[in-house]
């Protein structure tokens, strides 16, 4: 086991003096540092999900893990964001190597070949995620549109589809112009001015008193939830599925280091909640990129642009959030015993004779919680619903 270790070190830092630098990162090292980034990140989602669940399933459960569970994704999203995660860290992996043999900044890209570039794309699956779909295959596409709204524009198949960049209205800006968060770098001015912590502009906005809290005379609440079910309807933006850095392993909830895909936000002094210090911070995530854009944008044919966010939803007003928006889930919850049709309905419980969403099947139950709750022992747990 020591000596594969030592091997798969080897072929990722040994020294290639007697060859040319584009001969330096061919088949062989590419092939090596994509096994060992899939690794990385297989190791990382599994461990997440374990330790995730079992979170949740404790007698006191924090609010930020039981937000990360609510912003996992889920099925072909979940796919997306491994391919993304795929490509990224054997980037980094790679760009260590040329560091370590240069001894200088240089774009690891420059220094693969176009095949090299190609296969990366295949072997990372984000070659399937950016590549249009035969609009001509899909079946009954005249009639209804796509779970996924995929093929909803003939001239653009992905557009308004899930699992694609969020629109916006204003283009990202980051550190470095490519990936970094805006004010990672504390020392960097923008506009001659240094940014503050994003905890200290919340607290000065956002401050306000029970005095301050006031009833509108126009609008009642329900106001905002109709906005908020809306919004979830539009556009799901889910975490990294990874709870650790890529890169050294260490938990998020256990760091103040900002490195892939941690990004806490630091407290900053005379915060009126949390205690202020070197060492303290909330733990956050960094939200889930798409294949094709940051520094894997190269793989792509063009130079590298601005990471984009995934939207895991569809642009449409199509009660997404509830059901999915994605063809394997579709599929699942239409009952196939039905000539109408008809979605799927719970064979075991029911709202006075109204019908409920089915179970969904899961090995692990994170809503099995009744019992803990209830205080009863004998009392039944209720699987989840198959819903986002």
Known sequence: MFLSALLVLGVCLIPAHSKPAGEQLGSPLLQTCFEEAKKIVDDAYKYSREESLRRVRTEVVRPHDALRLLKQPRGETRSAVRSADYMAQTLRLLQERVHHVHKRSLNVTDLLSEEDLNKLTEITGCARQVTFPSCRSTPNLNMY????SVCNNLKNPRLGSSN????????AEYDDDISQPKGRDRTRRFNNFLLPLVRQVSNYILSTTDAGVV???EYPHMVTFFGQWIDHDLTFTPFSPSIRSFSNGINCDETCEKTEPCIPILIPPGDPRFPTGRNSCIPTFRSAPVCGSGYSAYNFGGEPKKREQINGLTAFLDMGQVYGS??????????PDSDGGLL???TQFRDNRRELLPF???EVNMCATRKRVTKDTNAREVPCFPRR
Request: hydrophobic share 30%; charged share 30%; net charge positive.
């Open 215 to 217: 009833n509108d005379r």
């Open 360 to 362: 969904h099947p899961m």
């Open 164 to 171: 694609t960049p969020l629109a916006r209205w204003l283009p």
């Open 326 to 335: 994605e063809e394997q889930l579709a599929k699942y919850l239409r009952d």
């Open 344 to 346: 799927r309905v719970n």
């Open 145 to 148: 549109r796509t779970a996924t």
